[in-house]
Each structure stands twice: as structure tokens, then as C-alpha cells.
């Protein structure tokens, strides 16, 4: 199977300022990548450039092969990727069902078929996305997310500011998006034990370098080589 998303040597940072130095990634259809590291890792700021919120420093973006031009958000967004920042980013004074709507404009998926995938937003259709708990806001995020048909889905700290239960309960719901939309996830958050559950694949990012990848399950395994990756020192 050929790969849906690629980033080859991608540079990113502010202005004259290096955050993530050269950054490959190739993943196929359904696949779920985990970008892990420490705060300060340079995490946000790559999910932001591929978004096109930031423009490159250097290297390349594609979906299904076509290169994507750097920092246009707009021309990202209709190439089918689709970023769920770490602060969610609702409208708050609009209903959930508003802003799923807002989000899915003429070309996205019935609104309805969010609740099939987040079946607690049903009850909460009608109240103020700034009424909602941070799970249930978590979860209209994702959905408003969702409705866009993204191939790609980006989702920066998906677990911040949840509690553990909550965690378990929301963070599952990735694979089932990756799988039944055969969409590309690249998946960053702090809960690592959770996130290489559900990821096929991981990097760990520290001071904007991939220190460490490899399959989700293996890394899984291998407490040491994680906490040496984080800790800056040698991976075995």
C-alpha cells in the first residue's frame, strides 16, 4: 500500500528560529502515529506547520504524493488535513450542534454521524460548547474535527486537562476514526502509556530531533529505551 502522508526533511520554527530540524514521516491509510516527547520538544509547532499555520523552514508536506505549499492553512484544509489544537478552539457561545454545523459547512459529513462516534454529545446537543465538561468539549472537538472528512487528523494533546477515566474512554475512539476512515493520525499527548496503545507506529521528539521510532507495540515493551529517549541520553 503506498503512503497517504508524507513529510520529508521538514524544518520548522519561528522566523530565523529552528524548532524541528529535519522531520520524516511516511504513513499509509488507517495508520496512527504517536509523536511523543517532553514539553519543549517542539511537538505543537510541527503539527502547526503541517497544518500550515506556520510556513516551513525547509523540506516537503504531501498527501498521496502532490506536495502541499507551505504555510497555507486554507490550501491544507481542502487537501484534507485537519488539526485539533491543544486548546480546542470551540465556539463557545454556539451549541454543540453549531458548532458541528459551522465546522462541516456544504461538503461535510452528516452531523449526526458525530453521535455515532460520540454518543454522550447526543444529550448535550443543544447546550453551549462553554457549558460543556472538558471531556464532553474534548469530544466536540474531535467531532467538529471529524465532520471535516479529514485524511489527515491532526490532534495536539488530546488528553490535557482530562481526568485519567476520561482519558481511557475518549483516547480508544482515535482507532476506531483511523480505521473506519482509513484517515492518517498523528497523535500527540502526554498520557504515553494510552497513546502507544492505540498507535501503530511512535517518535519521540526531544529539542526538536527524532531521538527515537519504531513500531507503538515494541516501544510498548521497552520502558528503558523509552525513558532513555526522554531523558536525552543513549537508546539501546
Known amino acids: 500500500m503506498s503512503a497517504l502522508f508524507e513529510c520529508h526533511r521538514l524544518e520548522a520554527g519561528y522566523g530565523r528560529v529552528s524548532i524541528v530540524r529535519p522531520f520524516d514521516l511516511n504513513a499509509e491509510p ?3 502515529v504517536a509523536v511523543l516527547g517532553p514539553n519543549g520538544a517542539g511537538k505543537t509547532t510541527l503539527l502547526s506547520t503541517i497544518a500550515g499555520l506556520l510556513p516551513r523552514q525547509g523540506g516537503t508536506v504531501a498527501i498521496v504524493g502532490r506536495e502541499l505549499k507551505s504555510g497555507r492553512p486554507a490550501l491544507a484544509s481542502r ?6 489544537p491543544d486548546d480546542r478552539a470551540l465556539f463557545s457561545t454556539l451549541t454543540v450542534r453549531d458548532n458541528l454545523r459551522a465546522a462541516a459547512g456544504r ?15 447526543e444529550a448535550r446537543w443543544n447546550v453551549l460548547a462553554g457549558a460543556l465538561s472538558g471531556g464532553e468539549q474534548q469530544m466536540l472537538a474531535v467531532a467538529r474535527a471529524l465532520v471535516q472528512r479529514p ?33 492518517v493520525v498523528v497523535l500527540v499527548d502526554q498520557h504515553v502509556g494510552l497513546a502507544l496503545e ?24 521497552d520502558q528503558r529505551r523509552l525513558e532513555a529517549a526522554y531523558l536525552g541520553g543513549p537508546t539501546p
Open 79 to 84: 487537501a484534507g488535513i485537519v488539526l485539533v
Open 198 to 221: 492505540v498507535a501503530d507506529d511512535a517518535v519521540v521528539l526531544v529539542h526538536g530531533e527524532v531521538v527515537l521510532r519504531g513500531r507503538a507495540a515494541d516501544l510498548r515493551c
Open 107 to 121: 461538503r461535510g459529513a452528516p452531523l449526526e454521524d458525530m453521535l455515532s462516534v460520540f454518543p454522550a454529545l
Open 151 to 183: 485524511r489527515v487528523l491532526l490532534i495536539d494533546e488530546m488528553s490535557m486537562g482530562l481526568a485519567p477515566v476520561v482519558v481511557e474512554r475518549v483516547l480508544p475512539v482515535v482507532r476506531r476514526i483511523a480505521d473506519e476512515n482509513e484517515a
Open 30 to 32: 488507517g495508520t496512527i
